[in-house]
């Protein structure tokens, strides 16, 4: 028997359910926020990702499904979708036009990690990429719309927020954090001496517990910030108390890819385990230009399916559509006629045996019809057909013509 590969999933009929559930609900709220649907390719080069969530990233240096195809190109299956929508938005030259553009987008994503719980190596996101407005106002939009999409899907959050500031107070602030982490060096985890050289401020967000202990008095960026990004963060903070959004401000969220300025955000959950990561995002004013388009400030977000599809509270099932069924061999053909009409406004069970009353109720149930239709001798006689409203357990029996 061949088994799918480790960290990657079937999505069973039940799961889909849910899946397609969460993916309508969070497409519904996104359009009424004024955003439209993008899909762009699986594969990429290899280049984009590079130079957009950074080499030194986990994800570029270590957890990308990368390979050279027959053509001899260094491609890769995305790790996330923010990169492709930029690309695609620099690519159709949307970055020249002077209106402001919203997109969102769902699909899979690949990260060669160490599969765990809520961990998967193809894994789904929901995302959300604005472009084009350099208002806090609109990472207070995005972080409400992520609210707005957890709470019709009944799921509890905890959201974090912090200021990755910008070109003008992050240098500094970096300086100044590796001259802290230099002098407790040989106390770091490995991982972590490492990324003092390529990626100092991954050093804040490292999971092993003496590093944490000793970062407790690293300076903060969030005390550093330059005057502008400090009045946004100061107003955005001031938004969520006004609307009565909970959050916490986590000076240590930095985000594991290197576009981010200003507001990066997470959105947890206490009821999945140690992935509790349930969406992310903040701004990326400068992507838009590292990869050749004019300057254009873009903010964003994206949900990760797989981990809220165990804490979706899905809506009741209500019975749907007609059961048809046979009590007479001869009776069976007529079925397909009535089958026909009644496809084009819902949805219909043909069973294709011939079956005793009791049988062919259970088969209703089965399937959650909400009428269940059978053609017995009489029936068959007489041109009708016996209907049954199984919610209000109404029965009739009536001609075809009327049915
Ligand atoms: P991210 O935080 O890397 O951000 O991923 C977003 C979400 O995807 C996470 O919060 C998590 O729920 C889910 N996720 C990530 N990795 C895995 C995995 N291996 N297995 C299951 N779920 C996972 C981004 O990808 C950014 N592109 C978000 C963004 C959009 N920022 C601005 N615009």
Redesign the pocket.
């Known amino acids: 028997m061949i088994n799918p590969l480790r960290g990657m999933k079937d999505l069973t009929f039940e799961e889909s359910q849910r899946f397609n559930f969460i993916i309508k609900t969070a497409s519904t709220i996104a359009k009424r926020y004024g955003y439209g649907y993008i899909e762009t390719p699986i594969l990429e080069e290899t280049a984009l990702f590079k130079r957009s969530v950074g080499d030194s990233s986990d994800i570029v240096s270590k957890e990308m499904y990368q390979f050279e195809d027959k053509g001899g190109n260094d491609v890769c299956m995305r790790p ?3 990169a492709g929508v930029v690309r695609s938005f620099v690519h159709a030259k949307l970055d020249r036009q002077p209106v402001k553009q919203k997109f969102y987008y769902y699909g899979p994503m690949f ?1 060669y ?1 160490r599969p765990q719980k ?4 193809e ?1 789904h ?1 929901f ?1 959300c ?1 604005s472009f084009g407005e350099a208002s806090v106002y609109e990472d207070f939009t995005l972080i409400t719309m992520i609210g707005q999409i957890f709470e019709a899907l009944g799921i509890g959050f905890d959201l974090q927020i912090n200021s990755l500031g910008c070109p003008s107070c992050m240098p500094p602030y970096k300086k100044n954090l590796v001259g802290f982490l230099t002098e407790i060096k040989e106390a770091l985890c490995e991982d972590c001496n490492r990324r003092i050289d390529t990626n100092p401020i991954r050093v804040l967000d490292c999971k092993n517990k003496t590093c944490q202990s000793l970062l407790t008095n690293s300076p903060k960026l969030i005390d550093n910030l330059c005057d502008e990004c400090d009045m946004d963060f100061t107003k955005l903070t001031t938004l969520l108390d006004n609307a009565g959004i909970h959050y916490k401000i986590d000076t240590n969220l930095v ?3 290197d576009y981010y300025n200003k507001t990066a955000f ?1 959105f947890v959950s206490n009821d999945i385990g140690s ?1 509790s ?6 701004r ?1 004013d400068k992507l838009v230009e590292f990869l050749d388009g004019k300057p254009t400030p873009a903010v ?5 399916i ?2 809220i599809m165990e804490l979706v509270q899905m809506p009741e099932e209500t019975r749907e559509g007609i059961y048809l069924g046979a009590m007479a061999e001869d009776a069976v053909e007529k079925l397909f006629a009535i089958a026909a009409t009644k496809r084009k406004e819902t949805k219909v069970t043909v069973e294709y045996n011939t079956k005793g009353f009791k049988s062919h109720m259970k088969g209703a149930d089965k399937v959650n019809a909400r009428y269940a239709v059978l053609i017995g001798e009489d029936e068959l006689a007489n041109g009708t057909v016996w209907v049954k409203d199984l919610e209000s357990k109404e029965e009739k029996t009536i001609t075809v013509e009327a049915f």
């Open positions: 996330e979708g923010t990260r990690e809520g961990r998967l190596r894994f996101q995302g990429e985000r594991g890819l997470e992935q990561a349930i969406a992310g995002g903040g990326y964003g977000f994206a949900i990760g797989e981990r």
